[in-house]
């Protein structure tokens, strides 16, 4: 997940946004996760974009809270799965085999929800593991039965799920112990922080993340020396503006193509 600023969309604006929906300005650019190891891209995460008629090009954190409030989320995260989605199952058939992460806010998490998605997914004839579920800060997870069964659905059909944002929100180590994970990601502001307790603590998660069988992907990698910290940690997998920002479809099919 990002978050950076850009124009401002008024409260009240939830109509102007379900319309963008309806008219397809709703779309979706790709940020590679890359493999710490190898330096090669892996992942891409489908990050939401609106291309507003007037404003020009808008960024989630301006648009997302309103659709939070408003629930409008659901029609967000559906159309990103389903654009995103069809491009990546097209790329695998041309032989660019890469995976695909896309936001999912704990509102959602509900057996039905998860049904649809594997019923998605199963359509795009995506192999197993190739789809990850990350499951955004906000609002925070209550580990309910019905959030956990849709979880655990997700896991069971193949689809992996992803505790996103790590060390910047509701989510504790005890947390990482319990809930159904296949992944980890440790979020930029412990990479931004230098203190000796920010190791601490993304050292434990990983930690914790590799006992349970779980990848952690390191966010917000800048520079060399963010690298560096990444690989210290422990961590399997970098995103960040060191190796890419995110891209619309034909540049991150681009990038693909030569990686």
Same mark, same amino acid.
């Given at each position: 997940?990002e978050?950076?600023? +850009?124009h ?5 604006? /939830?109509e102007?946004?379900?319309? /963008?929906v ?6 979706a650019?790709?940020?590679?996760e890359?493999?710490?190891?190898t330096?090669?891209p =892996?992942v &891409?995460e489908a $990050? ?6 007037? !404003?020009g090009?808008v960024l989630?954190d301006r ?6 409030? #408003?629930g409008?989320?659901?029609? $967000? +995260?559906?159309?990103m799965?389903e654009?995103a989605?069809r491009? &990546?199952?097209e790329w695998h058939r041309?032989g660019r085999?890469?995976?695909l992460? =896309?936001? &999912?806010?704990? #509102? ?12 998605f &997914?199963?359509e795009?004839?995506l192999?197993a593991?190739t789809v #990850?579920?990350?499951?955004?800060? #906000? ?8 959030e956990?069964e849709?979880?655990?659905m $997700?896991?069971?059909?193949?689809i ?10 509701f989510t +504790?180590?005890?947390a990482?112990? !319990?809930m159904?994970?296949t992944?980890v ?8 922080? @230098? ?8 050292r ?5 993340? @590799?006992?349970?069988?779980? =990848?952690?992907v390191a ?5 060399a020396?963010? $690298? ?13 503006f060191?190796?890419s920002p995110?891209?619309?479809?034909a540049?991150?099919e ?6």
């Amino acid at each position: 997940m990002e978050r950076r600023a +850009s124009h401002p969309i008024a409260d009240g604006s /939830a109509e102007e946004l379900r319309r /963008a929906v309806g008219r397809g300005e709703l779309v979706a650019f790709f940020q590679p996760e890359y493999e710490l190891a190898t330096g090669q891209p =892996v992942v &891409v995460e489908a $990050l939401c974009r609106w291309l507003h008629p007037v !404003r020009g090009l808008v960024l989630p954190d301006r648009f997302i809270p309103v659709a939070e409030r #408003t629930g409008l989320i659901g029609d $967000l +995260s559906r159309a990103m799965l389903e654009q995103a989605g069809r491009r &990546v199952a097209e790329w695998h058939r041309h032989g660019r085999h890469v995976g695909l992460a =896309v936001n &999912v806010s704990p #509102t959602q998490l509900r057996p039905d929800f998860a049904a649809t998605v594997l019923e998605f &997914v199963r359509e795009l004839a995506l192999p197993a593991g190739t789809v #990850t579920a990350e499951i955004t800060e #906000t609002p925070a997870l209550t580990e309910s039965c019905e959030e956990l069964e849709a979880l655990q659905m $997700l896991i069971d059909g193949g689809i992996g799920v992803s505790v996103d944002d790590f060390g910047a929100g509701f989510t +504790s180590i005890e947390a990482l112990r !319990r809930m159904p994970l296949t992944e980890v990601k440790i979020d930029r502001s412990l990479m931004r922080d @230098h203190a000796p307790e920010a190791d601490a603590l993304a050292r434990a998660a990983v930690e914790v993340a @590799h006992e349970r069988g779980a =990848v952690v992907v390191a966010e917000g990698i800048e520079t060399a020396e963010d $690298l560096d910290r990444a690989r210290r940690w422990g961590c399997d997998r970098g995103q960040g503006f060191y190796y890419s920002p995110a891209l619309p479809a034909a540049e991150a099919e681009r990038l693909l193509s030569v990686a």
